[in-house]
């Protein structure tokens, strides 16, 4: 998994909770991703980091926050769950610098009820 | 607005046999075309990727054919096997400069 990794690995929560889910990278890679995968829908990007504090947003942002304040941290933020955000997450990083391979971690399960 | 579009959403193939997904974009100024493979309960992961200065990469089974006139570029598994049945998710960005667009993927499944 390119020393990625992603907390929790399930989880159950109900509607209206905030959610935060974790990816950290052993790497020092400078891009990070966040992606959602639904049945029919492939991978969605939700956001992505060009570096500590430089963020910005993918096609399904709407109701996700992000924070990097460290290299090797990426949090992902629900604020208020809901269930259309019932989802496999994936966390991804790139080294940039001319190497353009995405590793993909292992996913966080989540269920919003 | 899809920018990638990935077909067929689902595909059986008997073993031995060839497997063929294709995909289109519409994004002249993309420049990187990976395929990812993905088994259940996994991420996906890099199994090849081709750049549109060649119509052609082979890697042992795995083939990527480009066709730049046409903005498609296809997949072909050679000799297809049971353990080749997963997701393929073709993706396209600008190198260097914006995140992959993901197809919405593929499920193939090989059969004895």
């Known amino acids: 998994d390119a020393g990625i990794t992603q907390s929790p690995r399930h989880k159950v929560t109900e509607t209206g909770t905030p959610v935060t889910l974790r990816c950290h990278q052993t790497?020092?890679?400078?891009?990070m991703y966040w992606y959602r995968q639904d049945p029919g829908h492939g991978l969605r990007l939700i956001h992505y980091s060009y570096g500590v504090k430089d963020t910005d947003k993918g096609e399904v942002s709407d109701g996700y926050s992000v924070s990097r304040s460290k290299t090797e941290d990426f949090l992902l933020t629900l604020e208020s769950a809901t269930s259309s955000q019932t989802s496999v997450y994936f966390c991804a990083i790139r080294p940039g610098q001319g190497r353009e391979t995405q590793y993909f971690g292992p996913g966080t399960r989540l269920l919003v009820l | 607005q899809q920018q990638v579009k990935q077909s067929p959403q689902s595909l059986i193939v008997q073993k031995g046999g060839i497997s063929i997904i294709n995909c289109a974009y519409e994004?002249?100024?993309?420049?990187?075309f990976p395929w990812y493979q993905q088994f259940p309960g996994k991420g996906p992961a890099l199994l090849i990727a081709?750049?549109?200065?060649?119509s052609e990469k082979k890697e042992g089974r795995f083939t990527i054919s480009f066709n730049k006139s046409a903005k498609q570029f296809s997949l072909h598994i050679m000799d297809s096997q049971p353990g080749d049945s997963a997701t393929y998710f073709c993706?396209?960005?600008?190198?260097?400069?914006?995140?992959?667009?993901f197809g919405k993927g593929t499920r193939l499944s090989v059969i004895a």
């Open positions: 081709i750049r549109p200065d060649v």
């Open positions: 790497e020092n890679h400078r891009y």
């Open positions: 994004n002249t100024a993309f420049d990187y």
């Open positions: 993706a396209a960005s600008i190198m260097g400069n914006t995140p992959l667009v």
